[in-house]
């Protein structure tokens, strides 16, 4: 998000692009590389994981497709156009490839390479436009340089990191606390709430979070007035999104899973509400960075991350997979409500200056 707002900023300047591109490259492998390292670690001490280390090591080949594809620099240029058809050619070489190679049950290691081979082709496909067409030019990256956007970027990767590893260990302790066909449900219903997030929710933050930075800094007014429009949109579009998958939730689980199976029906009636907060939460993370209040974001998930793991566990060891759900919707509405506070009192304190 910091790498997006600098581009965003810098659009017209070619070597500060380079040098933003460069060192935000080149962080992103020592970060790579460090948590291939522990990934490494974990395989070697516990044994749960070791007896499938294939798999794990396979799917962290996402992680270096994710690594090398430079979005934030096509977000920045507002050249969303290239993400769209990127990601289209990643899905399309792991759709067609999966029919292809995967003949049974035996060979479900495999799809998570596959999926990685998709995600890195687009990643080399990514780094191709950006040198080639873009013309931006890798820089060797100067320690202070370094420095200056791992500070800047600090506060959001550890709210990033943050938020990652509590939903993370939410699956990973109701795997403890219950079994895996309880992860298996709530992984269903995930995925089906996750294509409506990502269809409507992850385009309009991506879309309109460089042209909401330019604004903010040409005219606060203009800012605050476009950004209502927007939040109106997007919430009605997630609510209208979330009834409907409310309504049609049994019908939609019969489709996917081909059986009627009453249990994930009610938890994905309850889960559907998280696609109105998830990506609002998105939203109003990215008006936090734009205003330059990274630090009250990480203060903010710091406190929901705590919310959670107090909740987690006695939610569900008393309601099993309900209680998950349940959860994460609470500590999801907590984030949305104290960004929303803070935003209000600071509003309030900018109109008594004036």
């Known amino acids: 998000l910091s790498a997006t707002k600098n581009i965003s900023m810098h659009r017209n300047d070619i070597k500060k692009k380079s040098e933003i591109v460069s060192c935000v490259l080149f ?5 790579t590389l460090i948590s291939f390292i522990i990934l490494c670690l974990m395989l070697f001490l516990f044994q749960d994981i070791k007896t499938e280390y294939k798999i794990y090591l396979f799917t962290f080949s996402w992680v270096v497709g994710q690594v090398l594809f430079p979005s934030f620099f096509f977000q920045g240029m507002e050249a969303m156009g290239f993400i769209t058809l990127l990601n289209f050619i990643a899905k399309l070489i792991s759709t067609l490839s999966i029919f292809i190679f995967i003949r049974n049950a035996s060979q479900y290691i495999y799809v998570p390479l596959i999926n990685g081979i998709g995600f ?6 990514a780094l191709w436009l950006l040198f080639y067409i873009f013309k931006i030019r890798f820089i060797k990256p100067q320690r202070k340089q370094l420095l200056f956007y791992l500070q800047e970027g600090w506060n959001l990767f550890l709210s990033r990191a943050l938020v990652c590893l509590y939903t993370s260990t939410n699956t990973v302790i109701l795997g403890l606390l219950t079994n895996a066909t309880m992860v298996g ?3 269903i219903c995930e995925k089906i709430t996750g294509v409506f997030t990502n269809f409507i929710g992850m385009p309009i933050n991506q879309t309109v979070y460089p ?3 330019n604004t903010y800094s ?9 950004l209502n429009k927007i939040l ?10 979330s009834l409907l998958i409310f309504i049609l939730a049994e019908e939609i689980i019969l489709l996917i ?4 199976i009453p249990e994930v029906t009610s938890i994905l009636k309850i889960i559907s509400f998280i696609i109105v907060f998830s990506p609002l939460g998105g939203f109003f993370t990215q008006v936090l960075v734009i205003q330059g209040k990274s630090s009250m974001l990480m203060k903010i998930v710091f406190s929901a991350a705590i919310l959670n793991f107090i909740l987690v566990f006695p939610s569900i060891k008393l309601f099993s997979l309900t209680g998950m759900v349940s959860t994460i919707i609470i500590v999801q509405i907590f984030i949305i409500a104290s960004i929303l506070i803070f935003l209000n009192k600071k509003i309030n304190s900018y109109t008594i200056k004036q």
């Open 27 to 31: 962080v992103r492998f020592c970060l």
């Open 120 to 125: 890195c082709v687009a990643g080399l496909l």
């Open 185 to 187: 449900y709530y992984n």
């Open 211 to 213: 042209y909401l930075a």
């Open 218 to 226: 040409d005219s606060p007014s203009d800012f605050k007035r476009i």
């Open 232 to 241: 109106a949109i997007l919430f009605f579009l997630l609510l209208g999104s």
């Open 257 to 260: 899973t081909g059986t009627n």
